[in-house]
C-alpha cells in the first residue's frame, strides 16, 4: 500500500486514527491492492497494476497525487 498525505499524520501505519485536520475532514487514504469491495477514498488497484506503481514510484522524487473529479483537475 501507498499512504496519501492527507489528513494523516506522515510515516505512521494505517491504524494510526490521528486526523490532524479533524476528524471531520476524512483521512486514511490510501493506494492499495483492490480487495473486491467498496471504499471510501483509497485508490484501489488490481494487484499488477499495483505492483507495476510500486516498481515506478520513487520516493526521492516526492511523487504526488491528484485526486477530484475531471472537470477541477483539467488545466
Keep these: 500500500m501507498v499512504a496519501i498525505d492527507y489528513n494523516r499524520v ?3 501505519t494505517p491504524l494510526d486514527k490521528r486526523r490532524p ?3 471531520g475532514r476524512g ?3 490510501w493506494v492499495h491492492v483492490d480487495h473486491g469491495g467498496p ?5 484501489s488497484l488490481h494487484r499488477e497494476h499495483m505492483r507495476a506503481l510500486l516498481r515506478a514510484l520513487d ?3 516526492k511523487p504526488v497525487v491528484v485526486m477530484g ?3 477541477a ?3
Design 69 to 71: 473529479p475531471a472537470s
Design 39 to 43: 471504499t471510501n477514498a483509497c485508490l
Design 21 to 23: 485536520l479533524g476528524a
Design 27 to 29: 483521512g486514511g487514504v
Design 59 to 61: 520516493p526521492e522524487k
Design 10 to 12: 506522515p510515516g505512521r
Design 73 to 75: 483537475l483539467r488545466a
